[in-house]
């Protein structure tokens, strides 16, 4: 829980910041900023534990991301455009 974490993280709201990897350069006016934080915070049970949060967008959208510390993520963010990429396409043609 975010609660035992972080409580004011958990209590803040409306956000200056955009909601990362959704800010474009060029539309500034569109900005995702940064609504709340979910007040869940799943462990992962893997070697390195990793945690999922999930932010809520001033968009009404939810945002998941995946917190690892002391490692490389850009291995783990190829594979998870991958995932994104195979759900898309399952989602258009589920008989794949």
């Known amino acids: ?4 974490v972080s409580p ?10 955009a909601v990362p990897g959704t800010y474009r ?6 900005v995702v900023r940064i609504s709340h934080f979910s007040s869940t915070i ?7 534990r990793p945690r ?4 809520y967008g001033s968009d009404g959208k939810t945002y998941s991301f995946l917190l690892k510390g002391h490692e490389d993520l850009r291995q783990d963010e190829r594979v998870m455009q991958l995932f994104r990429l195979v759900n898309a396409l ?3 043609s589920p008989d794949t």
């Open 1 to 4: 829980e975010l609660q035992h």
């Open 8 to 17: 004011k993280l958990l209590r803040a709201r409306d956000f200056e910041l």
């Open 25 to 30: 350069e060029n539309n500034s006016h569109e």
């Open 42 to 48: 799943k462990v992962i049970t893997s070697k390195q």
């Open 52 to 55: 999922h949060m999930t932010i």
């Open 90 to 92: 399952l989602e258009y």
